[in-house]
């Protein structure tokens, strides 16, 4: 039904930067949020980041606040994650995910449950 393919990551030091990119396809017209997750081996899922489609509103992780930005490309549906500072710990898999309806409580958003659909991720690399 939807289809999310990410791109974008890589090999970096620590401090260094990367951009992040999913691109949304398939039935994308009723998507109300897209996010992104990461995932470290032996670690659970952890929210980094996410964006209301409508109205373009945004939720950060406390850990990424003021090192990441959302961006997004309305037009070709894609959704972008500015990674600055990246630290060691910011490694793992990046996951984009996406859900169709609206949630009553903006912290929904930060929950992998709340996403149905989801890429194969991107990993990242960070060496000190």
């Known amino acids: 039904q939807v289809q999310l393919a990410e791109s974008g990551g890589g090999l970096v030091q620590a401090g260094d930067s990367l951009r992040l990119s999913c691109v949304a396809s398939?039935?994308?017209?009723?998507?109300?949020?897209m996010a992104w997750f990461r995932q470290a081996p032996g670690k659970e899922r952890e929210f980094v980041a996410a964006?209301?489609?409508?109205?373009?509103?945004?939720y950060y992780a406390d850990s990424v606040k003021g090192r990441f930005t959302l961006s997004r490309d309305n037009f070709k549906n894609t959704l972008y994650l500015q990674m600055s500072d990246l630290e060691t710990d910011g490694k793992g898999v990046y996951l984009c995910?996406?859900?169709?309806?609206?949630?009553?409580?903006?912290?929904?958003?930060?929950?992998?449950?709340?996403?149905?659909?989801w890429g194969q991720g991107t990993q990242v690399t960070v060496s000190s």
């Open positions: 398939g039935r994308t017209l009723g998507l109300d949020a």
């Open positions: 995910c996406a859900c169709s309806s609206n949630k009553v409580y903006s912290s929904a958003y930060a929950s992998a449950e709340t996403y149905t659909y």
């Open positions: 964006m209301r489609w409508i109205g373009a509103i945004t």
